[in-house]
């Protein structure tokens, strides 16, 4: 597989045309033991997603329609399936790992983890809902898996993806990054939280900063974004510039949050900080936020 696929999102509704695709020789179907994907077991980078073939779908799933990704620009149909039995062994030569392992240990490559995050998403969302939130019947999945519908009172339920506003608040040359009790030690990131219904992203960004550190954020833009399938997010990088300085945390949120120089963060980004501090991994979101605004 090349590059992105096409999600064909005008055909899915398509009478007949999810079991057309999903019967078709040559589709491929990625599937996921429990909350698990299976890879090539290979060096760093030189390994793949595990792929089936629809012949073998009926003694892997069971429930849960598979659902799907998209079209190669060779025309195969990709797919997205969750394992019957959570204990399913993976064949010689694979491995069944979650996708924060596969990412940090960097098994596949970038495109082959967008299409793991976007089945995980999918996947998870159908297994948590299965009943109707408007009439509590059961529902059944539609729209190769990007619907599910009530037939007992013809509702219609979408995939979430639920805003996090990530920021990166400068002043000067120094960067505002904290840390919760629950990184790893001697990690500091940006401040992040969920953007409320009614909020923009924006004004979420600087409602969490100043609710978690009491830094008051003046103008703030819009950086770049990354899906995060834990389980459904969508983290909005945005950067911002301080008005003000001096910090205090919310303990609840943060265990510490500091001003820290750009040349103490290049530090921290390639290992030589002399406490030991650390930046997010290079699959993070923030890692890159933070990279992009001290290179200005
Ligand atoms: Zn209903």
Not at 65 to 77: A, C, Q, Y
Request: hydrophobic content about 40%; charged content about 20%.
């Amino acid at each position: 597989m090349d590059g992105k696929l096409d999600r064909l999102s005008g055909h899915r509704s398509e009478p007949g045309w999810y079991s057309e695709k999903l019967n078709a020789p040559d589709t491929r179907i990625a599937v996921f033991t429990a909350d698990k994907l299976m890879v090539h077991a290979g060096p760093a980078g030189s390994g793949g997603m595990q792929w089936h073939s629809s012949e073998q779908l009926p003694v892997l799933v069971q429930g849960t329609e598979p659902v799907f990704l998209g079209i190669d620009t060779e025309g195969v149909n990709h797919f997205a399936a969750q394992a019957a039995d959570n204990e399913l062994e993976p064949a010689d030569g694979m491995i069944a790992l979650d996708l924060r392992s596969i990412a940090l240990q960097g098994l596949v490559s970038d495109d082959n983890l967008g299409l793991a995050a976007q089945a995980r998403a999918l996947l998870q969302w159908h297994v948590r809902h299965r009943f109707c939130s408007n009439c509590g019947a059961s529902t059944r999945p539609d729209d190769a898996g990007y619907k599910r519908v009530c037939d007992t009172c013809s509702g219609e339920h979408f995939p979430r993806t639920d805003p996090v506003a990530i920021i990166a608040i400068t002043r000067g040359q120094s960067m505002l990054l904290g840390r919760s009790a629950r990184f790893a030690s001697g990690m500091y990131s940006t401040l992040a939280g969920f953007v409320e219904p009614g909020e923009t992203a924006e004004d979420a960004a600087r409602r969490e900063v100043f609710e978690e550190s009491g830094i008051r954020v003046g103008e703030v833009r819009y950086v770049m974004s990354q899906p995060w399938p834990f389980p459904a997010n969508l983290m909005l990088g945005m950067a911002g510039e301080a008005t003000s300085e001096e910090i205090t945390i919310d303990p609840d949120e943060l265990d510490d949050a500091r001003w820290f120089s750009f040349d103490e963060i290049n530090a921290m980004g390639n290992g030589s900080h002399p406490d030991g501090l650390q930046l997010p991994p290079d699959i993070s979101i923030a890692h890159h936020l933070i990279r992009q605004i001290m290179d200005g």
